[in-house]
């Protein structure tokens, strides 16, 4: 929705990260090899887990770094 609403449907180029945004970059990758695992070895329930830990990373990064009140802060300006 926010790409739609402020950047016409298109993902914008990576900006400034913050150390925030680099940790959160970091966790991706364990993650999905964590889920890769799962899935090869038929723990589909701990896969699953993994893929919901990614969700629940994702929702927190977004609480947190609240991109909705940045764009219009920038917007603004």
Avoid: C, H
């Amino acid at each position: 929705m926010l790409t739609k609403n402020y950047y016409d449907g298109k993902v914008p180029e990576r900006g400034k990260t913050t150390p925030e945004d680099e940790a959160v970059l970091r966790e991706i990758p364990k993650i999905r090899e964590n889920v890769e695992t799962s899935l090869e070895t038929y723990r589909f329930r701990e896969a699953l887990k993994e893929a919901m830990n990614l969700a629940r990373l994702g929702n927190k990064y977004l609480a947190d770094a609240e991109p909705w009140k940045v764009i219009k802060q920038i917007l603004t300006e």
